[in-house]
């Protein structure tokens, strides 16, 4: 009961977090004249904005099969979609639960113990995080006028950079190292014979193979493809969505990719789906572009909420489908 509690204000603190910030940035929007232009929104564009959605995240699923195959698990396809899916609904609910949850329906459906299943989608979050700040590089190499003009029109922002202080977070880590190498030669042996120990071991081990599957992966090229594949289809998702709105259908695939882009950090913040600071995110980057607030705000509003739509109903699919393909899996 107080575990169930405990998840509740979780979401409840997360979602009001978001909300506020989604509250900030469209209070002063009228809603007659949002209702308005949405109505003008050409819908065909969104539906394909979707379609490229899915097949961004079939192509993650079929990535993550070559990975669990290096480590002689054979999962079926489809199987790999769904735990896919249900991450992202799972990341709707609270934040970051979505890596958990799908180790554990890994470790349900594919008997792959939950440290190792943990590890080889931390690697594809490694590999998320190389491919944002590959993506980040071709912005600033090519449109670098815009992150500058929005920590100019944000100020506040550049000052919680300024104020993090580098040398003393690394002094208070050093120290926690220290300190926990002398516990551990102080109490080397007892440590060491205790079953808290054995078990930890065996945790860190299945979790560094899960790691090192990258490895073994058998086609390599194959492996890479299916990155790029991912991420440029994860761009389109949201580029297609501007020539659904006329006053922004001529923009460029550099001003796109810039939005994308800063829309992509705003997803790391702690709210779900990004809600909030993702519509802040990307409306500034757009009226960095000279487009008008009302419109960008339609933008945001229309892409991000397709976006999530598609999560939610094909998550909730993949939550019914998921035992009923299995239903001869004991």
Known sequence: MKKKLKTALKFLAFFSAGFFLFWLVYKDQDADELWSALKKVNYFWILISIILGVFSH???????????????????TINSFFYVMIAYLANLALPRMGEVTRSVIINRYEKMPITKAFGTIVLERIIDVFMLLLFTLVVLFTQIH??????????????????????????????LICGFILIFTVFNKRIKNSL?????IDLIKNFF???????????????????????????????????????ISHFSILAGLTAFVMG??????????????WHFMV??????????????????????????????????IS???????NKNNK
């Open 264 to 277: 992509s950090y705003a997803m790391v913040a702690p709210v779900q789906g990004g809600i909030g600071a």
């Open 319 to 325: 939550l019914i489908a998921l035992p009923l393909v």
């Open 58 to 76: 079939f192509v993650r699923a079929l990535r993550w099969n070559m990975l669990a195959k290096s480590i002689d698990y054979n999962p079926k």
């Open 146 to 175: 815009i992150p500058l003009d929005f920590i100019h029109n944000h100020p506040e922002i550049a000052e919680k950079f300024s104020d993090f202080n580098l040398v003393k977070t690394l002094v208070i880590f050093a120290i």
């Open 283 to 316: 409306i500034a980057a757009l009226m960095s572009y000279g487009v008008d607030g009302n419109t960008a705000k339609v933008f945001a509003l229309v892409c991000h909420g397709s976006m999530t739509a598609m999560l939610i109903v094909v998550g909730f």
């Open 209 to 247: 193979q899960g790691l090192k599957t990258i490895r073994a992966v058998k086609n390599k090229p194959l492996f890479v493809l299916y990155t790029f594949i991912i991420w440029v289809f994860y761009f389109l998702m949201m580029y297609v969505c501007f020539f659904s709105i006329p006053e």
């Open 196 to 200: 808290l120990y054995k078990k930890l």
